[in-house]
């Protein structure tokens, strides 16, 4: 067993015994925290129990965002729609592009997030409904690997992912979302340390039995956009948003989501959910502006697989 750590952001884990190279990720958005410190943690254990193959763990890919606080980094792009990016461009471009080679090297991937300061998001595994049926199966396995209540498979064509990265090179990749807001959830980064342990046994990579989700909410939704989180449910109007559901819970359509008050002018407008099914993303931060995300509802309100077509 070596480890050997490359930078202050990456640590490299190789067991004596060649195998597949797995790469997980963190902190491609800067405030997004218990992904980071799960990742360290993955960084310290691992070396006492890797077996098989190899694991690179970047704990921060985007150091100039995370020094922020922020999503963007300091020149005011998301890394997470810049990728592959670019060495010789801004700086979130510089590391979009580093972390687009590795995930290129890579046999199996893995990228945690949170909803970051700005949103609260129930706990999912997702991944991009690939085309190539061998890679969308792995995936499948994967995302089960991981004890949430919720699996998501989302519209394959979107550009500038981590994700749609992984899909050109044919990786199986899945997504992790949980938490957000301000505060830090302990129980982020044990479930996030559970899953990839777990998903490291699916794959032969730690001795003992992989246990794979089978009580999940599991929805493939091949609609356009059918991932792409701050396009739903944009607000009206500008004031201070008051949620009137939970996160996991169900609703109907029709059923009032909350209400956006302006102290201002006085004006009020209420918000409907557009259809029903599960609460799953919630807008953290109270003042909002017109066409920002308020939040999102997965049409789905049974367990097991569900499948939606455009």
Known sequence: MKENTE??????ITATQRGPAVLISAGVH????????????LAATLPGMLTYGQ?????????????????QGSDGLDLARICPGDLGGAVSEAYAARISNRIKQADYYVDMHTGGLTYEIHPLAGYMLHPNEAVLDVQRQMARCFDVPVIW????????????????ANVPAVYLEFGGGAGFRREVV?????????????????????????????????????GYLQGKMPSPAEGILMTQVALGEMVSAGQCFGRIFDPVSGVSHSVYAELGGMVFLKRAIAKVKPGEALGGILPITQKGKHTIYE
């Open 190 to 226: 044990n479930t996030y340390l559970a899953g990839v342990i777990n998903m490291l046994r699916f794959l032969g990579m730690i001795t003992g039995e992989a246990i794979k989700s089978s009580e999940s909410y599991w929805l493939e939704d091949h609609r356009p956009d059918s």
């Open 153 to 168: 498979g989302t519209d394959y064509r979107p550009q500038g992912r981590t994700l749609s990265v992984a899909r050109d």
């Open 30 to 41: 800067g405030d997004e925290y218990e992904p980071m410190v799960a990742a360290a943690e």
């Open 7 to 12: 930078n202050e952001q990456t640590s490299v």
């Open 55 to 71: 694991v690179t763990i970047v704990k921060v890919v985007n150091p100039d965002a995370y020094g922020h606080g922020t999503r």
